[in-house]
């Protein structure tokens, strides 16, 4: 089975810290995601990437920037966290090209005081 | 861009009855996929349809798409308490690295 594992389920962090969220997966997928999940708004993505050092912005990137290392790892940061960030972020891994479907973590919910 | 729309937003039913979740999109599209959430965790993958017509069954789940690739429907017979949950239908039209659009959700709440 797929695994795809978010370092923290409930993170608590203060505004203008800079955030850290961190996801491994490890099936060897060309593809991972982030996304934030708020209430009324469902999934929204927040960047992507296809392949190591390579990153694309999804529909909503601003204030959020992203770090693939690593094929396994794939890192979101927060440059310097506002409170309108808080949310459930969801990180996911896909194989290849031609819409294989994507395998999610466990989520992230993080709140900004 | 494309939108999904997911009918009905939310759906108390008793237990032991059937229920259908529908997922409409603005665009043809290339896979559908079906998603299940369980409250403050993560999305399950469920199953996924590309082809007109298909039809899958996973246990007492069955999932249709329609020969245009813009409708889909998700069937519960017999439904269970562990059905509950948040249930989301993704979709892919094309373009790089398979980003997925996503319905918001069908919230089922299985009565006793």
């Known amino acids: 089975d797929v695994k795809v594992t978010q370092s923290s389920r409930y993170l608590v962090k203060r505004t203008g810290e800079k955030v850290f969220l961190e996801c491994v997966q490890d099936m060897d997928h060309e593809n991972m995601f982030w996304y934030r999940q708020d209430p009324g708004l469902g999934l929204r993505l927040i960047y992507f990437s296809y392949d190591v050092k390579m990153k694309e912005k999804g529909d909503i990137p601003e204030g959020y920037s992203v770090s693939r290392e690593k094929k396994e790892r794939f890192s979101l940061i927060l440059e310097s966290a506002s409170t309108n960030q808080t949310s459930m972020y969801l990180c996911?891994?896909?194989?290849?090209?031609?819409?294989?479907?994507?395998?999610f973590g466990d989520g992230t919910r993080l709140s900004i005081l | 861009s494309q939108e999904l729309e997911q009918s009905p937003q939310s759906l108390i039913v008793q237990e032991g009855k059937n229920l259908t979740i529908n997922c409409t999109s603005s665009?043809?599209?290339?896979?559908l996929y079906w998603y299940k959430q369980k409250y403050g965790e993560g999305l399950i993958f469920l199953m996924m349809l590309q082809k007109g017509g298909e039809e899958k069954s996973h246990e007492k789940i069955t999932a249709k798409l329609d020969e245009k690739k813009q409708q889909s429907s998700l069937h519960i017979t017999a439904s269970q308490p562990s059905h509950a949950g948040i249930y989301l239908c993704g979709g892919y039209s094309g373009g790089g690295a398979d980003g997925l659009t996503f319905g918001k959700g069908t919230h089922l709440i299985i009565q006793p």
């Open positions: 996911a891994s896909s194989k290849g090209t031609g819409g294989q479907p994507q395998h």
């Open positions: 665009k043809t599209l290339y896979g």
